[in-house]
């Protein structure tokens, strides 16, 4: 069975900074892109970053260029996204998803393109 499993969800101060894990398995990790996405109360859910680490492609939303890296660890299947200098409206509820068609996806990093997802993770930001 396909799983993702995020954490590191949390509370911090604006201008401080998370860890968040997606650990995958059931799947070949290396054939999948793996996306963030989230959603806020009241707001559609977001692309926020996904990556293709075997066609070397990642994607970050503008709100969060600069401020967030994702990385793959294909060891481990796990892909992290470290997020800095968090802002309040970066306060949601964090999910993982994986797809096929790597490229396609990654690039586009939509949620309706998504093949898989995990429970979320809840970030809150603190002003």
């Known amino acids: 069975d396909v799983q993702l499993q995020a954490s590191g969800g949390g509370l911090v101060q604006a201008g401080g900074s998370l860890r968040l894990s997606c650990a995958a398995s059931g799947f070949t990790f290396d054939d999948y892109a793996i996306g963030w996405f989230r959603q806020a109360p009241g707001k559609g859910r977001e692309g926020v970053s996904c990556?293709?680490?075997?066609?070397?492609?990642?994607y970050y939303a503008d709100s969060v260029k600069g401020r967030f890296t994702i990385s793959s660890d294909n060891a481990k299947n796990t892909v992290y996204l470290q997020m800095n200098s968090l802002k309040p409206e970066d306060a949601a509820v964090y999910y993982c998803?994986?797809?096929?068609?790597?490229?396609?996806?990654?690039?586009?990093?939509?949620?309706?393109?998504?093949?898989?997802w995990g429970e979320g993770t809840e970030v809150t930001v603190s002003s």
């Open positions: 998803a994986a797809a096929q068609y790597a490229t396609t996806r990654a690039r586009e990093c939509n949620y309706y393109g998504m093949d898989y």
């Open positions: 990556i293709s680490s075997s066609a070397g492609i990642t």
